[in-house]
Each structure stands twice: as structure tokens, then as C-alpha cells.
């Protein structure tokens, strides 16, 4: 059976007491040795790690990072806007989005970076900013992931200028007299090292073509082993051919290229565990006789299981003492036959019972590996269930409260009434 990760049952039961269930809750210890970690990532002539915020993008995560000195990698305007109203500097923060947001010129001016991710991006930004500086996103033309949803490169992904079109950017910054100051690439989230490394290589020929860069951003999407069978991305072990491979090119060209990363899942995975109550536990008859563990959380709180077959562990923290063991398929509170935490690997469709501690109604139930795309990516309000609360745990095991418990009243305060003339 899974364990704990940095809560004990005594913490975890007075955090309860303190905030309610259902409850993030993060660990600032874990967060900053992952980000000391990634900040010793290697390199040949200088590093920027920057945070990609649609992870988790409360501010005091935000804030913990920025002091550390990590940047900012936002996928939308209204995260560069979440970002600023946090306290992050606009220079440390760089947008890379599926769509340009209709306040481009106005945040552009506030000083942040920005990745062109189409052709049609670079040609309104030349139009907006002429003889301005940005970045292009490619799609190499290579891709991995942990699912066929994750994996963000190669020819059935949309993000980024696929690496054929190079001369049609050329020819834009030509025309809009345009300095192309970064490449960026990103193949997926939970990639193949081998796969990344490949695409680095790939990466690095870009850069040769395009003489005015000076910074390449290799993206993240470093692999994180949430479950014990797990085997997490080695930085160090990923990052020493690449930074080899900088190295060659000064070589060969001259250029020192600067390096930047900009790691998600691996900065927050692991530094959070969602705090649940066993709201019920019941069974099914017959020769395929199932029992089930009813959570107060679910695709409200943790989308992933459902969304990818995610595996989470689960920690049964029972009341009473007991060396009772069961096998249990683990259901949220939606009213949602997908709403499920306990998937078979890479087949959301199937469950899979698992082995946990002898669970009754009032126990605590533990989903660890909460940090990334969870409190972020959700079911958020489904069936009108308000967003949990979150807190941060400081090296004294004493819990801040950084976002409060929804209203019921919050899910509807913007609805418009209809009233028959």
C-alpha cells in the first residue's frame, strides 16, 4: 500500500479540524527543494527556470517561486494578469498561448515575453510592434507523454509553428523587421527522457538557423513518479547531454546560447495531498461483488483519474486502529458515473480495486500527488459543489489558510435572472 508523503495522520486530522474537508494542502518544504532542484539544472552558459503556472497558480505558490527566483511561463493573458496582481515582475514573465488575447498590446507593454505559437501570431505581432523582439514556439515534429493527451508535439499536436514552416517565419520577421530572440519547444507533460533529449538536438538546429537567438527554451514536462512504482525524470541525468550539446555549438558558432526550462508537474506534484472524508461505504453482490469507498471530493477536486487514468496514491487514515485490509474502488461525490479515482492504468473506461486500510464513514482519505493540475484543472462547481480550500504548510507543521472555502453563494453571484416581459 501507498504512504504518506509529508503529512502524518496526527497533522492531517488537525488540519481537518482547522479548514474542512475537502482541502489542499501544500508543502513548502517540498516546493522549495523542487525548485532548488530545477535551479541546478545543468548548463553551459546561464539558466532560466520558469514555472509553468497553469500547474498551480495560486498566488502564494507563485510568490514562494519568485522569491526563489524562478520566472513565469503563462499560457493565457488572464494568467500574465494573475501573475502581475501576485507580485511577479513582468519581464519574468513569458506567454506562450493558444490564442492571442484581444489586450495583447497592452500587456506586451508591460514588459513581458512572448512566444509567437502560429504563423498568424507573429504576423499580427509584427503588425503591432514592428522591428519588435519575441520568441517562436515550434513543434519539432517530435513528441511524448504520458497519454496520447499529453504528448503536445509532433504531427497531431497543434501547439507551435511546425519546424517545416521555418522559412514562412523567416519571411515574416523579414518583412516586420522582427528580432527572433528565443526558440521554444515543449514535446508533453510525463515525456520519455530519451524523447526529450532527442528534441533538445533537434531544438538546437533551429537555433543554428536563426542567428539573432540567443536563449533557448527546451519547455518541461519532466516525467514525476506520483505513485511508489513510479521512477521520476533525473535533472541531472537529462541535463548533462544537453548542456554538452550548448557546449558544441559555442564550438562550432560562437554563440553561447542561455538555457530555459519551465517545469510544472515537476515543482508541485508531490507537494500537495488533497484531504478527503469517507462519506460512505458501501458494496455491491454477486460473483463480481465490488466495495466502494465515497469520498467528499472528486472530479471537483482531482479531474486527472478521469480525464487520463491518472494513478493517485490513496491512503486510508482510519479513526480506529486496525490491521484491516480491504480491496476498494474509490468514487468521488458527483453524480457522474466517470467521477472515479481508482482507474486502470491508461484506460479511464476500467477500474481497478486497490488494496488500502479498512475504511468506515469519517475517516480520512488521503489522494496524494494533488499539486499539479488539480486544484487548477477540475470539474470546478459541478453539480454546485463550491471550490475547496487550500493551505500551505510552513516548517513549523502549521497550516496557512491561502484560499478560503467557496460560498455557495459565489457559484451564482454573476447568474443573470430571466424576467418574461
Known amino acids: 500500500m501507498e504512504t504518506l508523503r509529508f503529512l502524518t495522520p496526527e497533522l492531517a486530522r488537525s488540519l481537518r479540524d482547522d479548514f474542512g474537508t475537502p482541502l489542499y494542502v501544500y508543502d513548502l518544504g517540498s516546493l522549495r527543494q523542487q525548485a532548488e532542484t530545477a535551479l541546478a539544472f545543468p548548463n553551459a552558459y546561464g539558466l532560466t527556470v520558469r514555472f509553468a503556472m497553469k500547474a498551480a497558480p495560486n498566488a502564494a505558490i507563485l510568490q514562494v517561486f519568485n522569491r526563489m527566483g524562478l520566472h513565469i511561463d503563462a499560457s493565457s493573458g488572464f494568467e500574465v494578469r494573475r501573475a502581475l496582481a501576485a507580485g511577479v515582475p513582468a519581464d519574468h514573465i513569458s506567454l506562450s498561448s493558444q490564442e492571442m488575447p484581444d489586450d495583447f498590446a497592452e500587456l506586451f507593454e508591460t514588459g513581458i515575453r512572448f512566444n509567437a505559437c502560429s504563423l498568424n501570431q507573429l504576423t499580427r505581432f509584427g503588425r503591432l510592434f514592428p522591428g519588435g523582439r519575441c520568441g517562436i514556439r515550434f513543434n519539432p515534429g517530435l513528441g511524448s507523454g504520458g497519454t496520447g493527451k499529453t504528448n503536445v508535439g509532433g504531427p497531431h499536436s497543434s501547439f507551435g509553428i511546425w519546424h517545416e514552416w521555418a522559412p514562412q517565419v523567416e519571411e515574416i520577421a523579414v518583412e516586420h523587421e522582427l528580432v527572433i530572440e528565443r526558440i521554444h ?168 480495486p486497490r488494496p488500502l486500510a479498512g475504511a468506515k464513514p469519517g475517516d480520512l482519505v488521503v489522494i496524494e500527488g494533488a499539486g499539479a493540475y488539480c486544484s487548477s484543472m477540475s470539474a470546478k462547481n459541478y453539480n454546485s459543489f463550491p471550490e475547496a480550500a487550500e493551505v500551505l504548510v510552513d516548517e513549523k507543521q502549521v497550516g496557512h489558510l491561502i484560499r478560503q472555502r467557496q460560498a455557495l453563494e459565489q457559484i451564482f453571484q454573476n447568474e443573470v435572472p430571466y424576467k418574461e416581459s
Not at 507533460?189 to 538546429?205: C, F, I, N, R, T
Not at 530555459?260 to 460473483?287: M, R, Y
Open 185 to 352: 519547444t515543449h514535446i508533453g507533460s510525463g515525456s520519455d527522457p530519451a524523447v526529450w533529449e532527442k528534441v533538445s538536438g533537434m531544438s538546437l538546429d533551429l537555433v543554428r538557423r536563426f542567428t539573432s537567438v540567443t536563449t533557448l527554451n527546451l519547455g518541461g514536462g519532466f516525467k514525476v513518479g506520483r505513485m511508489a512504482s513510479e521512477v521520476s525524470t533525473d535533472l541531472q541525468t537529462v541535463g548533462l547531454p544537453v548542456k554538452a550539446a550548448f557546449e558544441k555549438l559555442a564550438e562550432e558558432t560562437g554563440r553561447e546560447i542561455r538555457l530555459e526550462i519551465e517545469p510544472g508537474t515537476f515543482l508541485v506534484a508531490n507537494a500537495c495531498s488533497l484531504l478527503s472524508t469517507a462519506q460512505d461505504i458501501v458494496a455491491t453482490g454477486g460473483e463480481q461483488a465490488m466495495n466502494f469507498i465515497k469520498l467528499d471530493a472528486g472530479m471537483t477536486e482531482i479531474l486527472r483519474p478521469s480525464l487520463y487514468a491518472a494513478q493517485q496514491p490513496i491512503i486510508v487514515i482510519p479513526e480506529e486502529d486496525s490491521n484491516e485490509e480491504k480491496d476498494y474502488l474509490v468514487v468521488g461525490h458527483c453524480c457522474e458515473s466517470g467521477d472515479i479515482l481508482t482507474p486502470a492504468p491508461d484506460d479511464p473506461e476500467k477500474l481497478l
